[in-house]
């Protein structure tokens, strides 16, 4: 298929008012901004910060720096500039500088290439949006008995005229009829994996990629895989802010770090954070709580009100088509039945974490408590992560997916923070391409695989053996 362009040109001049990752703290804003070099480039700093108690990471939140999705012990990480060691300094931390790249200014598109389709990659391997789009449309028209491609709904920038995306899913199961249809009374449980909802989680894109390719190349050979596509339907959202997948793969080798969307209705940030909303804090559910900012520029922008953005409500909209609403009480302690069928898991990255509703308030647990629990902790268990509640083990966080599916749907919903958990130098949010088949896939590949099969009957049990 002819390659689109990565970013439209009103997209690249949206983009060309982006800066790199300052905190939108008071302190950040009143600071004079990190000079750039003569190419453009910013220094991006990762500085390790340790805490003393649950308030800190509070703190750190209301200040407004970009609190990373890693903790080590009782140190968290935040991801700034040379200058964001003096502002942290001033809240009373002792902030260590552990990492330090350059940062390109967005200034224009990259270059358009000879090589398009599922071979457009940049970083050294990792695939854009235009790869992952060809990719459906490639296992779709190879495997048309296994594989059907859904457009529902539009990204941003499209809803408004300015380029942008469409927003896309893949059914895969060996098909029957009936299978597959946006219709939640479906004869065969349902699997939902997303990722990239946070554009620069760039490995969460890949191991998507590379479930897809499994349960249609393995099917047949491999009897797991047969006996999963047989009787379940696995969906994959692969790309979930593909705007801001365009803006990351902009940099080329150099990924610009962008989080959020690309809403820029609040103006542009200049240099004191990330234009956008972050959709994994606009999610209807506990909107407006803890771990979320009302700063336009603050990476965690929860947006001007809950599924205020198109990503959201398109997402949302497609979940309301595959599953029944089971969760009949409104109360956080009102639990799903336990012949609820169905479960999601939405990809992050890069605490090595396994997390589960209520992510807004540790304090609170849900009805199904026992059951998310110990499927947790048997997903930690595949994977060598640790899991809990965001707040039991990370930090509080308001209006993210896997809070909207459950309190929505009655949905057994999670987030599985991809990381390093060995030391084989693949943290952060582009580890070099080697690590995906090196490391992640391998590691992630029996956790789907196991969480798959539990969708016929999450709440079951709450022992979750083999």
């Not at 001033?90 to 071979?119: I, N, Y």
């Not at 089971?326 to 302690?333: A, M």
Request: proline share 7%; net charge negative.
């Amino acid at each position: 298929m002819p390659r689109k362009s990565l970013v439209t040109t009103a997209a690249a001049a949206m983009v060309a008012a982006l800066t790199a990752l300052t905190p939108a703290s008071p302190s950040a804003l009143a600071r004079t901004p990190e000079p750039t070099t003569a190419s453009g480039e910013r220094t991006l700093v990762v500085y390790r910060v340790p805490t003393h108690d649950r308030g800190d990471a509070k703190k750190l939140i209301s200040a407004g720096y970009d609190l990373m999705e890693r903790r080590q012990g009782d140190d968290l990480f935040v991801m700034g500039d040379p200058g964001t060691a003096d502002g942290l300094r001033r809240l009373g931390f002792a902030p260590t500088a552990v990492e330090t790249t350059k940062q390109p200014l967005p200034r224009t598109p990259r270059p358009a290439r000879t090589t398009g389709g599922v071979d457009d990659t940049y970083d050294g391997g990792y695939h854009t949006v235009d790869a992952h789009y060809a990719h459906l449309d490639q296992v779709a028209a190879q495997h048309p008995d296994m594989a059907k491609v859904v457009t529902y709904g539009k990204s941003w920038l499209k809803e408004h005229g300015r380029g942008g995306r469409d927003l896309k899913a893949v059914c895969l199961t060996k098909m029957k009829q009936g299978d597959c249809r946006l219709d939640p009374k479906a004869p065969k449980p349902r699997f939902f994996l997303m990722s990239q909802i946070h554009a620069r989680e760039l490995t969460t894109g890949e191991v998507s990629w590379r479930w897809i390719d499994t349960l249609t190349k393995e099917y047949g050979k491999d009897p797991d895989i047969t006996a999963l596509m047989d009787s379940t339907e696995m969906w994959v959202v692969p790309i979930t802010n593909p705007d801001g997948v365009d803006i990351v793969a902009q940099g080329g080798d150099h990924p610009l770090l962008q989080r959020k969307n690309a809403d820029d209705a609040k103006g542009g940030c200049g240099a004191n954070g990330q234009t956008g909303v972050d959709l994994n804090r606009n999610a209807g559910s506990h909107w407006g709580g803890e771990g979320t900012s009302t700063q336009p520029c603050s990476e965690i922008y929860l947006g001007p009100a809950a599924d205020s953005e198109p990503e959201n409500s398109a997402l949302e909209g497609l979940f309301r088509k595959l599953y029944p609403a089971v969760r009949t009480g409104t109360g956080d302690g009102d639990p799903a039945p336990d012949t609820a069928k169905g479960m999601m898991i939405s990809l992050h990255s890069d605490a090595s974490m396994v997390l589960f509703p209520w992510e807004d308030d540790h304090t609170r647990h849900t009805g199904n408590d026992a059951s998310l629990r110990a499927l947790a902790g048997r997903l930690g268990s595949l994977t060598g992560y640790q899991s809990g509640q965001a707040g039991e083990i990370l930090y509080d966080a308001s209006g993210g997916t896997d809070d909207w599916t459950y309190d929505k749907l009655g949905l057994a919903s999670f987030t599985i923070e991809i990381g390093d958990s060995d030391g084989r130098g693949c943290s952060g949010f582009t580890p070099k391409y080697t690590c995906q088949d090196g490391y992640f896939w391998p590691k992630l590949k029996p956790a789907l695989l196991y969480a798959a099969k539990q969708a016929a009957a999450p709440y079951r049990t709450t022992s979750h053996r083999r």
